[in-house]
């Protein structure tokens, strides 16, 4: 599998963006998928994920209420969009993707296999 991350760039406080993640290379409705973030001198942290039959949304709570999460099993496609954007949410986006996740694991970095290159979110004050 193939991840394809974009949309981040440099927005103010308040503002909204939206990363999408194209993915390829195999059946992509049966794999469960995850946005993760790396802010400079922290580790890498859980942000959203959508299971794979796109039924259920788990959200770090420090963006539920301003983030969604969306997927596309037509254009392969997983969007995050970002409302009331603050300065924390400034990291490196990564998608990730992974099949077999159970709820208990999907806001685990180490369970998802496929990895996309990331993508910078830099939101100023």
């Known amino acids: 599998v193939q991840l394809q991350a974009s949309g981040g760039g440099l927005v103010q406080a308040g503002d909204s963006l939206r990363l999408s993640c194209a993915a390829s290379?195999?059946?992509?409705?049966?794999?469960?998928m995850g946005w993760f973030r790396q802010a400079p001198g922290k580790e890498r942290e859980f942000v959203a994920a959508?299971?794979?039959?796109?039924?259920?949304?788990f959200y770090a709570d420090s963006v539920k209420g301003r983030f969604t999460m969306s997927r596309d099993n037509v254009k392969n496609t997983v969007n995050l969009q970002m409302n009331s954007l603050k300065p924390e949410d400034t990291a490196v986006y990564y998608c990730?993707?992974?099949?077999?996740?159970?709820?208990?694991?999907?806001?685990?970095?180490?369970?998802?296999?496929?990895w996309g290159q990331g993508t910078l979110v830099t939101v100023s004050s």
């Open positions: 959508i299971k794979s039959n796109g039924g259920s949304e």
């Open positions: 990730a993707a992974s099949s077999g996740l159970i709820n208990s694991s999907i806001r685990r970095s180490d369970q998802y296999y496929y």
């Open positions: 290379g195999r059946t992509f409705r049966s794999l469960s």
